[in-house]
């Protein structure tokens, strides 16, 4: 009777592995949460895919504005438990780089190389998205999209609508270190002349930290 019972133990427990191995497989999708100093290149060795696999699942983020709090998702090869053990996990130190090469008009930033056509220094302000700075419209940019990181508002008669530009030498808690990408896609009336002014996520006390500043633009081609 004794040898019995532990068979039938033994047969249970089998069976329940199997069920939960069944419930959670480990090579399913996981959603990873970044931190401050993630980019895509880190996550990729840290989870253990590929840099092209991990940018294909995340078509809508941006490499150069990737800002704590973004729900990525982490492809095939990467066990959803890595997912979930990574929020208790200390964040890898990254060094982000900016490297101008004025003779062939290029500019590297995060490992990245851009070509520029040309050279801004302008007056940048910040807005958020509450409604005491966006009008009856709301929080969407002069075409009516969402606003996001890497919108700007410029004056058309400078930086014309829908041009792409690196800013540099900017400061700010809500923005990624040294540079990011940014598009024209809205406008002011008080921003005019050489001014820009760029949303940041988050609320309208901690957007205004980032003050008056001025920054570095290149024009991208």
Same mark, same amino acid.
């Given at each position: 009777?004794?040898?019995?019972?532990?068979?039938?133990?033994?047969?249970? #427990?089998?069976?329940?592995? @199997?069920? =939960? =191995?069944?419930?959670?497989?480990?090579?399913?999708?996981?959603?990873?949460?970044?931190?401050?100093?993630?980019?895509?290149?880190?996550?990729?060795?840290?989870?253990?895919?590929?840099? /092209?696999?991990?940018?294909? #699942? /995340?078509?809508?983020?941006?490499? +150069?504005?990737?800002?704590?709090? =973004?729900?990525l998702?982490?492809?095939?090869? #990467?066990k959803? $438990? !890595? $997912?979930?053990?990574?929020?208790?996990?200390?964040?890898? #130190?990254?060094?982000?780089? +900016?490297?101008?090469q004025?003779?062939? /008009?290029?500019?590297? $930033?995060?490992?990245?190389?851009? !070509?520029?056509? !040309?050279?801004?220094?302008?007056?940048?302000?910040?807005?958020?998205?509450?409604?005491s700075?966006?009008? &009856?419209?709301? %929080?969407?940019?002069?075409?009516?999209?969402? +606003?996001? =990181?890497?919108?700007?508002?410029?004056?058309?008669?400078?930086? %014309?609508?829908?041009?792409?530009?690196?800013?540099?030498?900017?400061?700010? %808690?809500?923005? %990624?270190?040294?540079?990011?990408?940014?598009? $024209?896609?809205?406008?002011?009336?008080?921003?005019?002349? &050489?001014?820009?002014?760029?949303?940041?996520?988050?609320?309208? @006390?901690?957007?205004?930290?980032?003050?008056?500043?001025?920054?570095? +633009?290149?024009?991208?081609?």
């Open positions: 009777m004794k040898i019995k019972f532990i068979a039938i133990k033994a047969i249970t #427990a089998v069976l329940g592995l @199997s069920v =939960l =191995l069944h419930a959670v497989p480990a090579q399913a999708d996981g959603i990873h949460i970044t931190k401050k100093g993630n980019t895509f290149y880190t996550l990729s060795k840290q989870y253990g895919v590929s840099l /092209n696999q991990l940018m294909k #699942a /995340n078509p809508k983020v941006q490499p +150069l504005n990737m800002y704590p709090g =973004l729900k998702i982490i492809p095939g090869k #990467a959803v $438990a !890595s $997912a979930v053990q990574t929020d208790n996990a200390k964040p890898q #130190a990254i060094t982000a780089s +900016l490297s101008v004025p003779d062939s /008009n290029t500019v590297q $930033a995060w490992g990245k190389e851009f !070509s520029y056509e !040309s050279t801004l220094q302008v007056k940048a302000t910040a807005y958020s998205s509450a409604a700075e966006n009008g &009856k419209w709301g %929080p969407v940019d002069y075409f009516g999209n969402p +606003l996001k =990181l890497g919108t700007i508002a410029v004056d058309p008669d400078v930086i %014309p609508l829908g041009t792409k530009v690196l800013v540099t030498g900017h400061s700010h %808690p809500g923005l %990624p270190k040294l540079a990011f990408l940014a598009t $024209a896609t809205d406008k002011g009336s008080a921003i005019k002349g &050489k001014r820009i002014d760029i949303f940041i996520p988050g609320s309208q @006390s901690f957007v205004s930290e980032f003050g008056f500043q001025y920054v570095q +633009l290149y024009v991208i081609q």
